[in-house]
């Protein structure tokens, strides 16, 4: 069965420092993997998504994942965070091959910016 | 607005009561989900949808049930409300199975309180 492990619960970054979310997954082949962002109160919004090819990918708002199937890790990365970053991130696992897309999702890093 | 909405965003209500949680969506969109984010677990799926008249369990469904006669809507029913169903809840859709291109889409959530 897919899994999906962010081993941070919280983070807290000062303002302009890089950041680095970590994310580990579990799954038989080279699975989809997704990065949703969580504002408060607010419902998921995806931020960028892996499937195949080029294994750095480039998302929304200035923010980058790469693939790494040897560590089965999708870092999500920002070389310098605004405070409006301040949300929770979640990172996503789903299978490549046909049937019912079940995507697992992962219990989520809280990020908090400092000024 | 295209997009998708959900109602009520807050809900109150009694233990033994029935409650019905609304999701609409514009976009056509064939898959369509229902979540509920606790902390400490995440997002898990509670039914899904590929399509009008197609439904089945996700990884919590009991106490739950869902319909979609129409692509559009897919409403979620709790039928007699327990305490361990408090929770935020999430309804998404997604155009396809998780391939280029495709992502959920998140509607604002439903926070259900049961007392």
């Known amino acids: 069965a897919q899994s999906v492990t962010q081993p941070d619960i919280h983070i807290t970054v000062s303002e302009g420092a890089s950041l680095e979310l970590r994310c580990n997954y579990s799954y038989g082949a080279t699975p989809y993997l997704f990065w949703y962002v969580q504002s408060p109160g607010q419902g998921l919004q995806l931020l960028l998504k892996y499937f195949s090819g080029d294994t750095l990918v480039q998302g929304i708002k200035g923010f980058e994942a790469e693939f790494k199937r040897s560590q089965s890790s999708f870092n999500l990365r920002k070389p310098s965070v605004h405070w409006s970053d301040a949300a929770e991130y979640f990172c996503?696992?789903?299978?490549?091959?046909?049937?019912?897309?079940?995507?697992?999702f992962g219990t989520g890093t809280k990020l908090q910016v400092i000024p | 607005d295209a997009g998708i909405t959900q109602s009520p965003r807050y809900k109150i209500t009694e233990t033994g009561r029935q409650v019905t949680l609304m999701c609409h969506q514009t976009?056509?969109?064939?898959?369509m989900f229902w979540y509920r984010q606790d902390l400490g677990h995440g997002l898990r799926l509670i039914y899904y949808?590929?399509?009008?008249?197609?439904?089945d369990k996700g990884e919590v469904p009991d106490g739950y049930v869902v319909s979609r006669s129409k692509t559009e809507n897919f409403p979620l029913t709790l039928e007699s409300a327990t305490r361990s169903q408090t929770s935020v809840y999430f309804c998404a859709s997604s155009a396809a199975r998780p391939g280029p291109g495709s992502g959920y889409t998140f509607g604002s959530g439903t926070r259900l309180t049961v007392v």
């Open positions: 976009w056509s969109h064939s898959y």
């Open positions: 949808s590929a399509a009008a008249d197609i439904t």
């Open positions: 996503a696992v789903g299978p490549n091959s046909g049937g019912y897309q079940k995507v697992t």
